[in-house]
């Protein structure tokens, strides 16, 4: 247990002092010394509101280019406060608090405990909505998946927003400054029958740089383990969708399926979140960390300048003033919310809960895009998964040991299992209405997949048997959601609408891919191991009008909502900020995460925002 205990121990808090190596020209810091002593009135050059997967990188990039750098966070330390959910891979897809049911189990030192409002054209009921109140943000609690965009997603991305550093090509340097990649550990693996080819290059620092497979703080890799049922899965879809050679990290997803890698760091097989980024510039830099810290609002120097944010450290307020920039990252939910209490939205919006107007800017929480997750299931007997591996009680000290001594077996399990990402194949086109083929065709470059397919399995705790699921996503919602205030008070949650399936379109696209997860389960691999009838949706529910049915009962989110904050050209069509994070109609303030999206991105999104925030500190640094 104590090596257990070594490895889990809080950094920063524990850990007294790091001593450096390698580094000669700085002097030693104590890591305490990067925790501020809360209530007194501070000014830092950089502000920056909300240490989550986008926040800590833009932090740790402003204080490395010496920059004095404060990060105002609402909640505390993962590592102390979710055990070692946050840390054990298989916990990410199995912790309690992702429950969307209303009376989820809640988790208050992790979790915003944040509600959506009754989804009247889907389940008719509120869904929880998890979202991290930690350091490290969503990063800390999401499932795990590293998987970027297509590189026409990218084209659409830079034309859109009028900045070619968003194509492809120019991007690639910030998601290789962002991750390290290691190659799978076959040997931990043990399963010949689920080895793959990859693309190694995907995370090389720069090109004028050493090389190798990368420096960046996120560490990229392949589970230590293979669920033994989805390889059955990944059978079948493999003979419907061809295994890509290269993974989804080199610019084509389309038409393709992988085993998804994974934000784990191999050698412990420990979760890698945003904070990677934080222990570097705690060693590093000067960077200061208020910790369980609301930002109240941000104050503007009596015109148009954002110059300072209000904060509150569990009720003691004071005032924290920016030299520079206010840079906002409290993610697709809270920074709409903060922009609105602090005077920047819709205008009608504020008046109505009393807020002085600084910018009327109507996109503010507008655009929300959220995906939702639909699945076709069958049992597949005794074929042993890994939930019930790690349910058996006679297995309970081996798990343990593998996972604790060698960093491997099921409790490495990670994200996602067997995915693959296509657009709706042609045969069954044909069965959209015109206007949703026109919407997709507009909407989407010629290699942005349109629903992702993600294999996995689970034990059945009645029966003891083994449920085989294809996950289906919808990657590109047509239906739009909001979020607004309440009130002018920050205390009081954001209010949510995803806006589940109130646009047609989407329920065509899910229909016809339920059909399409059909397909993979009547493949030759999957019908010689699957038993009984299917389970989900169930043979008898076939016909357009049952299957939709269907879809609104059972769907739920995925958890990459965006663009409530959206990029863009011109406030005028909704925009929040420019390609740069500078929001519209003022000026020394930035907003970067998943909130300024310009779409809902075809991927599980982490990569894409260390990438963007990488982008974004660059942008400041070099006063762009
Ligand atoms: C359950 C779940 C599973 C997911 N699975 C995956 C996956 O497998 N792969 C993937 O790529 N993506 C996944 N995602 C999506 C991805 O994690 C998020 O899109 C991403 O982390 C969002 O980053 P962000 O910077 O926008 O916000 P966050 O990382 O959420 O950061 C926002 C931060 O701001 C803080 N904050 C908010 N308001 C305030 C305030 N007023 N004052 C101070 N601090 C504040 C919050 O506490 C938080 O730390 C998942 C998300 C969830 C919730
Ligand atoms: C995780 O923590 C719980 C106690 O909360 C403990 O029972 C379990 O063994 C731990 N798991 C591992 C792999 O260390
Ligand atoms: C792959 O090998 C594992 C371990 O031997 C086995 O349990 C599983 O059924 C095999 N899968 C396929 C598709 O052959
Ligand atoms: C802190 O700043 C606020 C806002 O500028 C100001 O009203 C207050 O007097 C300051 N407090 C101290 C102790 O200087
Ligand atoms: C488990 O199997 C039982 C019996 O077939 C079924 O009623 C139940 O719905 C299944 N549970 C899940 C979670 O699929
Ligand atoms: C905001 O709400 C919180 C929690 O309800 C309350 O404690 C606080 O007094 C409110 N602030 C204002 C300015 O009303
Ligand atoms: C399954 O495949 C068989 C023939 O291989 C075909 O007749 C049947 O229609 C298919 N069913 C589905 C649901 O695709
Ligand atoms: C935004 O667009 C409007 C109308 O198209 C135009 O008048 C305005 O100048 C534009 N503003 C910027 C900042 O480009």
Same mark, same amino acid.
């Given at each position: 247990?104590?090596?257990?205990?070594?490895?889990l121990?809080?950094?920063?808090?524990?850990?007294?002092?790091?001593?450096?190596t390698n580094?000669?020209?700085?002097?030693?810091?104590?890591?305490?010394?990067? +925790?501020?002593?809360?209530g007194?009135?501070?000014? +830092?050059?950089?502000?920056?509101?909300?240490?989550?997967t986008?926040?800590?990188?833009?932090?740790?990039?402003?204080?490395? #280019?010496?920059?004095?750098?404060?990060?105002?966070?609402?909640?505390?330390?993962?590592?102390?406060?979710?055990?070692?959910? #946050?840390?054990?891979?298989?916990?990410?897809? @199995?912790?309690?608090?992702?429950?969307?049911?209303?009376?989820?189990?809640?988790?208050?030192?992790?979790?915003?405990?944040?509600?959506?409002?009754?989804q009247?054209?889907?389940?008719?009921?509120?869904?929880? +909505?998890?979202?991290?109140?930690?350091?490290?943000?969503?990063?800390?609690?999401?499932?795990?998946?590293?998987?970027?965009?297509?590189?026409g997603?990218?084209?659409?991305?830079?034309?859109?927003?009028?900045?070619?550093?968003?194509?492809?090509?120019?991007?690639?340097?910030?998601? =290789?400054?962002?991750?390290?990649?290691?190659?799978?550990?076959?040997?931990?693996?043990?399963?010949?029958?689920?080895?793959?080819?990859?693309d190694?290059?995907?995370?090389?620092s720069?090109?004028?740089?050493?090389?190798?497979?990368?420096?960046?703080?996120?560490?990229?890799?392949?589970?230590?383990?293979?669920?033994?049922?989805?390889?059955?899965?990944?059978r079948?879809?493999?003979?419907?969708?061809?295994?890509?050679?290269?993974?989804?990290?080199?610019?084509?997803?389309?038409?393709?399926s992988?085993?998804?890698?994974?934000?784990?760091?191999?050698?412990?097989?420990?979760? #890698?979140s945003?904070?990677?980024?934080?222990?570097?510039?705690?060693?590093?830099?000067?960077i200061?960390?208020?910790?369980?810290?609301?930002?109240l609002?941000?104050?503007?120097?009596?015109?148009?300048?954002?110059?300072?944010?209000?904060?509150?450290?569990?009720?003691?307020?004071?005032?924290?003033?920016?030299?520079?920039?206010?840079?906002?990252?409290?993610?697709?939910?809270?920074?709409?919310?903060?922009?609105m209490?602090?005077?920047?939205?819709?205008?009608?919006?504020?008046?109505?809960?009393?807020?002085?107007?600084?910018?009327?800017?109507?996109?503010?929480?507008?655009?929300?895009?959220?995906?939702?997750?639909?699945?076709?299931?069958?049992g597949l007997?005794?074929?042993?998964?890994?939930?019930?591996?790690?349910?058996?009680?006679?297995?309970?000290?081996?798990?343990? =040991?593998?996972?604790?001594?060698?960093?491997?077996?099921?409790? @490495?399990?990670?994200?996602?299992?067997?995915i693959?990402?296509?657009?709706?194949?042609?045969?069954?086109?044909?069965?959209?209405?015109?206007?949703?083929?026109?919407?997709?065709?507009?909407?989407?470059?010629?290699?942005w997949?349109?629903?992702?397919?993600?294999?996995?399995?689970?034990?059945?705790?009645?029966?003891?048997?083994?449920?085989?699921?294809?996950?289906?996503?919808?990657?590109?919602?047509? #239906?739009?959601?909001?979020?607004?205030?309440?009130?002018?008070?920050?205390?009081?949650?954001?209010?949510?609408?995803?806006?589940?399936? @109130?646009?047609?379109?989407?329920?065509?696209?899910?229909?016809?891919?339920?059909?399409?997860?059909?397909?993979?389960?009547?493949?030759?691999?999957? @019908?010689?191991?699957?038993?009984?009838?299917?389970?989900?949706?169930?043979?008898?529910?076939?016909?357009?009008?049952?299957?939709?049915?269907?879809?609104?009962?059972?769907?739920?989110t995925?958890?990459?909502?965006?663009?409530?904050?959206?990029?863009?050209?011109n406030?005028?069509?909704?925009?929040?900020?420019?390609?740069?994070?500078?929001?519209?109609?003022?000026?020394?303030?930035?907003?970067?995460?998943?909130?300024?999206?310009?779409?809902?991105?075809?991927?599980h999104?982490?990569?894409?925002?260390?990438?963007?925030?990488?982008?974004i500190?660059?942008d400041?640094?070099?006063?762009?």
């Amino acid at each position: 247990m104590t090596i257990l205990w070594s490895r889990l121990v809080l950094w920063g808090v524990f850990t007294l002092t790091f001593t450096r190596t390698n580094c000669t020209t700085r002097r030693r810091r104590l890591a305490s010394s990067a +925790y501020p002593i809360p209530g007194f009135n501070a000014t +830092y050059d950089y502000i920056v509101i909300g240490g989550g997967t986008a926040g800590l990188p833009v932090a740790a990039r402003l204080a490395e #280019s010496g920059a004095s750098v404060a990060v105002v966070e609402a909640g505390g330390f993962y590592e102390v406060d979710n055990g070692n959910y #946050s840390i054990i891979p298989w916990y990410a897809v @199995t912790m309690p608090l992702l429950s969307d049911a209303p009376d989820y189990a809640r988790q208050p030192l992790m979790d915003w405990d944040l509600l959506t409002v009754p989804q009247v054209s889907a389940r008719g009921q509120t869904a929880h +909505y998890p979202a991290g109140k930690t350091l490290g943000g969503s990063s800390a609690h999401n499932t795990l998946a590293y998987i970027r965009i297509p590189k026409g997603t990218h084209q659409r991305w830079a034309d859109g927003v009028g900045d070619e550093v968003y194509e492809w090509e120019n991007m690639l340097r910030y998601y =290789r400054r962002s991750c390290t990649l290691h190659a799978p550990d076959w040997g931990k693996r043990k399963m010949p029958n689920a080895s793959f080819e990859f693309d190694g290059s995907i995370c090389d620092s720069d090109p004028k740089g050493k090389g190798g497979r990368g420096e960046g703080p996120i560490q990229v890799s392949w589970s230590n383990w293979v669920d033994p049922a989805t390889t059955w899965l990944a059978r079948g879809i493999q003979s419907v969708i061809p295994m890509s050679k290269e993974g989804f990290n080199s610019g084509k997803t389309e038409g393709t399926s992988a085993w998804s890698s994974c934000t784990v760091n191999p050698k412990w097989a420990e979760r #890698s979140s945003a904070t990677e980024y934080l222990k570097g510039a705690i060693e590093d830099t000067e960077i200061m960390v208020y910790h369980h810290t609301q930002a109240l609002r941000i104050g503007f120097d009596g015109g148009k300048k954002a110059d300072s944010v209000r904060v509150s450290t569990q009720g003691l307020e004071y005032t924290l003033t920016a030299g520079k920039e206010v840079i906002l990252s409290a993610g697709v939910f809270h920074s709409p919310q903060l922009l609105m209490v602090s005077g920047i939205g819709p205008k009608s919006v504020l008046s109505s809960h009393g807020i002085p107007v600084i910018a009327d800017l109507p996109g503010v929480g507008q655009g929300m895009q959220d995906q939702v997750v639909s699945q076709v299931s069958w049992g597949l007997g005794t074929i042993p998964t890994t939930s019930g591996l790690i349910r058996n009680p006679a297995n309970r000290e081996k798990i343990l =040991r593998q996972y604790l001594d060698h960093g491997e077996g099921p409790l @490495t399990f990670a994200a996602g299992g067997y995915i693959s990402f296509e657009k709706v194949p042609s045969s069954l086109r044909a069965g959209l209405s015109q206007r949703t083929r026109d919407l997709l065709d507009t909407a989407l470059s010629p290699d942005w997949p349109e629903v992702e397919y993600i294999g996995n399995a689970v034990v059945n705790f009645t029966t003891g048997e083994t449920t085989g699921i294809i996950g289906i996503i919808l990657l590109h919602p047509f #239906s739009r959601g909001k979020v607004t205030i309440s009130s002018a008070n920050i205390s009081d949650p954001p209010v949510i609408d995803p806006g589940w399936l @109130t646009d047609p379109a989407d329920g065509e696209i899910l229909i016809t891919a339920i059909k399409r997860a059909r397909q993979f389960w009547n493949t030759s691999a999957l @019908t010689s191991v699957k038993t009984g009838p299917e389970l989900q949706p169930g043979a008898q529910v076939v016909s357009d009008a049952d299957l939709l049915r269907y879809i609104k009962n059972a769907c739920t989110t995925i958890w990459h909502a965006s663009g409530t904050c959206r990029m863009g050209k011109n406030s005028s069509d909704g925009a929040v900020v420019d390609s740069k994070g500078r929001v519209f109609g003022v000026s020394g303030l930035r907003v970067v995460d998943a909130s300024v999206l310009p779409f809902a991105l075809p991927t599980h999104p982490t990569s894409v925002i260390y990438a963007l925030a990488e982008k974004i500190a660059e942008d400041i640094i070099l006063g762009r």
